[in-house]
């Protein structure tokens, strides 16, 4: 998945990658100026790394990640992501969400509802479904 082809997909606004069967994603979305969907449910991501600047929704549901992936907050238009069924099991309190959030799933996560309460408390403005 390293070498996406800029020129020939240069106008992609969604990308359908859903069980692909995928247990790393790690790419550089930068050149893709319209794209604004991922979907990458379905598969067994324990490891999930991008960098864009267009991205307005992520579908990371039903993988297998055990944390809030990192490249989040340098996601600066991500207005939503499903991380629901999953194995993340705490949220950290130096996590740090983009601005831009308005809704998180996090149901079907073994998260402790007192650390959910917490992150909500911390982020009022975000939407968090559990």
């Given at each position: ?21 995928f247990t790393t994603f790690e790419i550089n979305l930068i050149n893709y100026t319209k794209l ?59 996590f740090k969400l983009p601005k831009s959030l308005n809704w998180i799933d996090l149901s079907g ?22």
């Open positions: 998945m390293d070498n996406l082809e800029t020129g020939i997909l240069e106008n992609l606004e969604v990308l359908y990658l859903s069980r692909c069967q604004s969907k991922l979907y990458l449910n379905g598969n067994y991501i324990k490891h999930f790394n991008i960098n864009s600047n267009s991205l307005k929704f992520i579908n990371l549901a039903y993988n297998d990640l055990q944390s809030l992936p990192d490249c989040l907050v340098s996601l600066t238009n991500l207005e939503g992501i499903n991380l629901s069924d999953n194995k993340i099991s705490s949220l950290s309190i130096s996560n073994p998260i402790a509802p007192e650390q959910v309460e917490s992150f909500r408390k911390r982020y009022k403005n975000i939407k968090i479904v559990f």
